[in-house]
């Protein structure tokens, strides 16, 4: 079962949205968390991850000072909030569920993916 990814949209540059992921299965409160996003005609990137109790956290330079992820456990939801938009922020995201406890930049730490929700800034 698919993770659930949702909140994108479009918005104007400076803006900001925050994306949601969930997990159907309730299962990936134990495992690190992270988002990655695909604009067109690139390689899927790394944006942001966090351990499975969100003491430890890791950016892209690309995002740093501007999104911040974080989870609510209560809800089995991870998010990430994005500020400060710009429209090299275009793209797909997608939130993933690591298969160990710890944070990660590497896509093939990742066991289950969402299925991506757009975001589009605009200039």
């Known amino acids: 079962v698919q993770l659930q990814a949702s909140g994108g949209g479009l918005v104007q540059a400076g803006g900001s949205l925050r994306l949601s992921c969930a997990d159907p299965?309730?299962?990936?409160?134990?495992?690190?968390m992270g988002w990655f996003r695909q604009a067109p005609e690139k390689e899927r990137e790394f944006v942001a991850t966090?351990?499975?109790?969100?003491?430890?956290?890791n950016y892209a330079d690309s995002v740093k000072g501007r999104f911040t992820i974080s989870r609510d456990v209560a809800k089995n939801t991870v998010y990430l909030q994005m500020n400060n938009l710009n429209p090299d922020d275009t793209a797909v995201y997608f939130c993933?569920?690591?298969?160990?406890?710890?944070?990660?930049?590497?896509?093939?730490?990742?066991?289950?993916w969402g299925q991506g929700t757009q975001v589009t800034v605009s200039s």
């Open positions: 993933a569920a690591a298969r160990g406890a710890g944070p990660s930049s590497a896509p093939d730490a990742y066991a289950r």
């Open positions: 966090m351990s499975w109790n969100g003491y430890y956290t």
């Open positions: 299965r309730r299962t990936f409160g134990n495992n690190g």
